[in-house]
């Protein structure tokens, strides 16, 4: 298995795959990565939806997850991660 950095998901297509109670969520963006930004190194997933865009963002040395493949998504990247490490901003 390969392992990813997130700096390498910059510019990236991404699936971030939420786990909540029992089921996950797939949602869909672009991925930007910056090495100084408002949350330290850091990337920003762009997400377009319906009812309003928005960001997810993983601080590099403090999320929780497994970066793998996104073929399966149509994607570049996919991200599992927990409900339980996010937090509205």
């Known amino acids: 298995m390969q392992d990813y950095e997130l700096r390498q998901l910059d510019e990236r297509t991404i699936a ?3 786990s909540i109670a029992n089921r ?4 869909k963006g672009i991925g ?22 928005f960001e ?5 040395n403090q999320w929780n997850g497994r970066i793998h ?3 399966q ?8 991660l927990d409900a ?6």
């Open 73 to 80: 998504f149509d994607c570049d990247f996919a991200v599992e």
């Open 56 to 60: 997810v963002v993983l601080k590099e």
């Open 32 to 53: 930007h990565f910056e090495p100084r930004g408002e949350f330290g190194a850091s990337l920003r997933v762009g997400i377009e939806d319906p009812t309003g865009n």
């Open 24 to 27: 996950k969520c797939v949602l």
């Open 69 to 71: 493949t996104g073929e």
């Open 84 to 89: 339980s490490c996010l937090c509205a901003h």
């Open 16 to 18: 971030l795959e939420v």
